[in-house]
């Protein structure tokens, strides 16, 4: 049993996580690197601390790690204004937040990012906390940002909601049982296999079938 809900934002409340790869891969074009789209996208929903070596290699980190890292910002930020908000997304947290969990939005993203996509979902009106780049020193699959948003609302138990296998594993570090949604656009089986205790395709069926999940009701 648990007190607290914490939702990651980015491609689990918001569709972001193809504007993202788009960005890093226009990023990664500035300085030479060409990589696949689609491997990209394996990588969404890591910090760009992690990304830029996973997808560049640690020789671009060495040689141009916060060059690449400034670039996404800045081609992120063209694209930020095509974000929308998943079909469920209020709708999901007001109902969760009236079961009586206390409700941390955890994002590793930039603050100006972050707070246009509260904005998407209405979630400065529902939402304990939430978290930005800010908040933690080392991002996924790390756990910092998981425990980080459990000491925000001084939750003693979470689960996370996440849309990345990224998610699943920084959670699971901490011992933090993972609900995932297909927003992402990683499969059943990846989520699975990275530990996600259920899966849902889209954030209207969690919604419909959150009395057979962990946040049913807290302790």
Request: charged share 25%; proline share 3%.
């Amino acid at each position: 049993m648990s007190d607290t809900a914490i939702f990651d934002v980015d491609g689990t409340l918001v569709d972001t996580n193809y504007h993202h790869a788009l960005a890093w891969s226009r990023a990664f074009d500035r300085y030479g690197i060409t990589r696949p789209l689609w491997r990209i996208h394996r990588a969404i929903g890591m910090g760009g601390d992690m990304l830029v070596p996973a997808i560049g290699g640690r020789e671009a980190e060495e040689e141009h790690g916060d060059a690449l890292r400034d670039a996404w910002v800045e081609e992120f930020d063209e694209l930020v204004g095509e974000v929308k908000a998943f079909d469920g997304a209020h709708e999901l947290l007001e109902e969760v937040k009236r079961r009586g969990f206390r409700l941390v939005l955890a994002s590793s993203g930039k603050a100006k990012h972050v707070e246009a996509f509260l904005d998407l979902v209405d979630g400065r009106s529902l939402a304990d906390a939430w978290t930005t780049s800010d908040d933690a020193e080392r991002t996924k699959p790390e756990p910092d940002l998981v425990v980080t948003a459990l000491a925000k609302v001084e939750g003693a138990s979470g689960v996370m909601v996440g849309d990345s296998t990224w998610d699943v594993i920084a959670a699971g570090k901490v011992a933090v049982p993972t609900i995932a949604v297909r927003t992402g656009g990683f499969s059943v089986a990846e989520l699975q296999e990275a530990g996600a205790a259920q899966v849902f395709q889209s954030l209207v069926e969690f919604r419909a079938g959150l009395d057979g999940t962990a946040l049913a009701r807290p302790s």
